[in-house]
């Protein structure tokens, strides 16, 4: 067992884990946040996307060990804060969630593509997103959300609150 001290959602944890284990299964079995999703668990689909030190990864791609202390921030993270309030509300709107299961990978990412600001394009969205797959939507609901929370914060300058969804659990 290896002796881990690492950030997760600005709570300090300390853990001893297995050398192999991943984050992905760190997360969901040792810390109870399931919100991340464990698909292909070959690093194809992008269900197990969180952020370690400002940048997303694949989950099931990341050993455990490997992550003394870093920073890992999880769907529950960015949805606690606030931070996505905008875009959940866009998937609502947008109908850009079925069965829900990429819909946790999809927000991280578009997450980091919405810190990047700017305006893309709807190509360079769905480049942006192309590491992400759903089997239910055909991808333009996830697009047209992604693009109106752009519109949106180009409009006003920001994140738009959205109250009410800060604390909705994508995904959990
Ligand atoms: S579960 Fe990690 S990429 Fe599919
Ligand atoms: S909503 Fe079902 S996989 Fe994307």
């Known amino acids: 067992m290896i002796a881990i001290s690492l950030n997760v959602n600005g709570e300090r944890v300390n853990r001893s884990v ?13 810390l109870g946040l399931t919100g991340s999703h464990a698909g292909c668990e070959h690093g194809v689909c ?24 870093a920073e890992v921030v999880t769907i529950e993270g960015i949805s606690d804060s606030g931070e996505v309030a905008d875009l959940q509300a866009n998937f609502v ?9 990429c819909t946790p990978g999809m927000i991280m990412t578009a997450a ?11 190509a360079e969205i769905r480049e942006h997103l192309s590491g992400n797959y759903c089997r239910c939507t055909g991808y333009q609901a996830i697009i047209d959300a992604v693009e109106d929370t752009f519109r949106a914060r180009d409009a006003t300058g920001g994140p738009a609150a959205a109250p009410g969804l800060q604390s909705s659990g994508a995904g959990r």
């Open 18 to 30: 297995e050398p192999r284990r991943h984050l992905i299964d760190f997360l969901r079995i040792d």
């Open 46 to 69: 992008g269900a197990c996307t969180v952020r370690v030190d400002g940048e997303i990864v694949r989950g099931c791609l990341v050993l455990a060990a490997s992550l003394d202390g």
């Open 93 to 101: 709107a947008r109908n850009a969630a079925q069965c829900g299961f």
């Open 112 to 122: 980091d593509l919405l810190a990047h600001g700017g305006t893309p394009t709807r």
